[in-house]
Structure formats: C-alpha cells, structure tokens
C-alpha cells in the first residue's frame, strides 16, 4: 500500500479537533461498523455518532458502504487510516528485515561451527612457549549462537508475518457473501 499524504486545512483540524470523533476512528481502526454499532461501542446516542461520521466522511476520513442489506457500514478511508497509523508498513518492514538478519547470522554461526577444523589430538606448544593456542574442536559459542539468532530470527519474523495478516485483514472489504470482515 503506498503511502497517503494527507493536506492539513483549517477544516481538518476543526474535524479532528472533537475528541468523539477521534474516538469513532479509532473504533474503527478495528473493523467496520454500523452507526448502531458505534453508538453501542462509545456509548453515545446514534444521532451524535450520525453527526460526527458526516463530518469525518465530508473530511474524506470515512467512507460509507451497503453492504446488500439495509445497513451501512463506515469504515476508514486511507487517509484515515494514514491518520491513525503513519507509514504501519515500515514496522512491518523493519520487523521482517531484523528477523531474516538474525537468521542468516544464526546459519553463518552454525555453518561457521560444523565446518570447523577439529583436531584429535592436542597441538604441541611452540618452542619458545610462544604464539596463539589452536583450540582442539570447533567452540561452543558459535553452535549456542547460531541456535540462539536462529530463534530470535525465527520468532522476530513469525511476528512480522502476524502483524501483516492483521493489517491486511483489517484493510480488505468483506467477502461478497455478505460476511463481515473482522
């Protein structure tokens, strides 16, 4: 989805500047929803909910839909959902970018572990006593952090996967079955 740029008037602030109406689109950053719905949700009589969705759908922030039925369903323009969550794809981004770091760190560590020289028998000191000890077998820390970047990795990107099911979920219309999209 590409970004929205959203023009700031005079008008959009006085929109945006009723705490009821922040309110609805937060509501309905959830799902979309009836104005009975809302009004049951936020507690406020269906005539006020009628009145700030007008304001926020001459704003451009809501859409209203049939959906085959005699109800109606507000839900949020892109510019709405712009306004409640600036640029959500770049978290998504970023999650999925650290994830797939963290797992090709974890299998440089495992590769850089099973492919290590291991010596049977122990290397004879230098004469002199001098120079770098050689270590008789592969260390341990690479294979416990290869193992531990691979989980990381794996978990960091499990949860980006979940994040962008969510968001994709919440941003498609319902089925044309007449089901509702949660």
């Known amino acids: 989805m590409e970004p929205v740029d959203i023009v700031l008037t005079k008008d959009t602030f006085e929109v945006l500047a009723s705490e009821t109406r922040l309110d609805i689109l937060k509501t309905l950053s959830t799902r979309r929803m ?38 109606v369903y ?32 974890g299998v440089c560590a495992l590769a850089a572990f099973l492919t290590a020289l291991v010596r049977e028998e122990p290397v ?28 990381i990795g794996g978990a960091l990107v499990a949860y980006a996967y979940v994040r962008w099911r969510k968001r994709r979920a919440a941003t498609q219309s319902p089925d044309p079955a007449g089901g509702e999209a949660t």
Do not use: C
Request: net charge negative; glycine share 16%.
């Open 124 to 151: 004879p000191p230098l004469a002199g006593g001098g120079g770098i000890p050689v270590p008789e077998g592969a260390p341990v820390e690479l294979l416990i952090a290869g193992i531990a970047l691979m989980v």
């Open 34 to 71: 009836t104005v009975t719905e809302l009004a049951d949700s936020l507690n406020i009589a269906k005539s006020t909910v009628h009145h700030h969705l007008q304001r926020l759908a001459g704003s451009g922030f809501v859409a209203a839909g049939e959906d085959g039925h005699a109800w």
């Open 74 to 105: 507000y839900a949020l323009t892109p510019e709405g959902r712009a306004l409640l969550q600036p640029h959500g794809g770049a978290r998504i981004r970023i999650l999925l970018a650290a994830g797939l770091a963290s797992l090709a760190g």
